[in-house]
């Protein structure tokens, strides 16, 4: 079997995008927990939570989002709040 790299995995996906986020992020909460703490920048396999120096404030792109789940588990201040996409909306796994 031919061995694929993470972005051609993802190629394999297709997404519907909701309006809303599924992704909720208390923002006072995070900024609470210290930056080598914050989990969900460097869990996450589809790069969802980024951090803006400039602005000193975490982007979610619910977007891109494979609903894994890791981050809310990894989540040390308890700041998310992961909810399932509404139906119809959220990835689509090719092969299952």
């Not at 190629?11 to 519907?16: A, C, N, P």
């Not at 909810?83 to 959220?90: L, Q, S």
């Amino acid at each position: 079997m031919e061995k694929k790299t993470l972005p051609e995995k993802l190629f394999l996906l297709s997404f519907k995008v909701d309006r809303t986020s599924h992704l909720i992020l208390d923002k006072e909460a995070c900024m609470r927990c210290p930056e080598s703490e914050r989990a969900c920048l460097w869990i996450c396999p589809s790069e969802v939570y980024k951090w803006d120096a400039e602005k000193r404030d975490i982007i979610v792109s619910y977007e891109g989002c494979l609903e894994c789940g890791t981050c809310r588990i990894a989540c040390p201040s308890g700041a998310l709040e992961w909810r399932n996409p509404r139906g119809g909306f959220g990835v689509a796994y090719r092969f299952g």
